[in-house]
């Protein structure tokens, strides 16, 4: 098994800012789905515009449960995904879940991909004011031929601060988990290094963007999430 961890220290946010975006993200996507087809309710689909995309909604409460499910099948692959929310108005835990298999003769099952992930709200609100709090977000994926386990911990930092852990495990899977943890043992170096990489760009970004993201108004917070919307949507 191979083990990364890595801490960054990132500029917070209050929660009542967190819980405004994530309102104002409700008022967004209604917005969305309504001129997509029907206004958002539940037992309701829609059809993206890259007609290959398809979202139902189980549920779509702003003070209560949403629960959405989608799937896509393109010259890429097919993915499944789902996701759950307790509630817009006052967000405490969020789920995710997802696969993808590639598309194409015989490689399917080499390329068939997994993983759910959980966040809970209040550990991560309770672990930005003191130490010794678990983690907040907890995950895991599992592929072929590896399978990962993370989680993602804060603490106070001075200046107030988030001091962010990111761990994460990866051991081989099934019938070729000896070759796998072979594989691992040599490619541990190569891939600690990438993961640093990569958590230390991302912090660079948050922390040069949060801190312009906290003085807008809601209105300028709206616009910037629907552009957001309508450039990530196929």
């Known amino acids: 098994?191979?083990?990364?961890?890595?801490?960054?220290?990132?500029?917070?946010?209050?929660?009542?800012?967190?819980?405004?975006?994530?309102?104002?993200?409700?008022d967004t996507l209604t917005e969305y789905f309504t001129g997509t087809g029907d206004p958002p309710a539940a037992d309701t689909e829609y059809k993206l515009p890259d007609s290959a995309t398809r979202v139902y909604l189980e549920s779509w409460q702003q003070d209560g449960e949403t629960a959405v499910r989608g799937w896509s099948v393109d010259v890429d692959?097919?993915?499944?995904?789902?996701?759950?929310?307790?509630?817009?108005?006052?967000?405490?835990?969020?789920?995710?879940?997802?696969e993808f298999r590639a598309r194409g003769f015989g490689i399917g099952w080499m390329s068939a991909m997994s993983g759910t992930a959980?966040?809970?709200?209040?550990?991560?609100?309770?672990?930005?004011?003191?130490?010794?709090?678990g983690p907040a977000i907890t995950g895991q994926a599992d592929q072929t031929f590896a399978r990962g386990r993370g989680s993602i911990a804060v603490a106070p930092a001075l200046g107030g601060r988030w001091?962010?852990?990111?761990?994460?495990?990866?051991?081989?899977?099934?019938?070729?988990?000896?070759?796998?943890?072979?594989?691992?043992?040599?490619?541990?170096?190569?891939i600690?290094?990438?993961?640093?990489?990569?958590?230390?760009?991302?912090?660079?970004?948050?922390?040069?963007?949060v801190p312009?993201?906290?003085?807008?108004?809601?209105?300028?917070?709206?616009?910037?999430?629907?552009?957001?919307?309508?450039?990530?949507?196929?």
């Open 1 to 26: 098994m191979a083990r990364f961890r890595q801490t960054v220290v990132l500029e917070p946010v209050t929660r009542a800012w967190f819980d405004q975006a994530v309102g104002l993200c409700f």
């Open 77 to 98: 692959g097919a993915s499944v995904w789902s996701a759950r929310l307790d509630s817009f108005g006052n967000p405490r835990t969020a789920a995710l879940s997802g």
């Open 118 to 133: 959980h966040v809970d709200l209040p550990t991560w609100w309770d672990g930005t004011v003191r130490k010794g709090v």
């Open 163 to 190: 001091q962010v852990t990111v761990s994460v495990a990866v051991r081989g899977r099934g019938l070729l988990r000896p070759l796998g943890a072979v594989a691992l043992l040599f490619a541990r170096v190569k």
């Open 192 to 209: 600690n290094r990438q993961f640093r990489k990569v958590m230390t760009e991302f912090a660079q970004l948050w922390n040069e963007q």
């Open 212 to 234: 312009t993201l906290r003085t807008r108004n809601q209105d300028e917070l709206r616009e910037l999430i629907t552009t957001e919307l309508i450039e990530t949507t196929p």
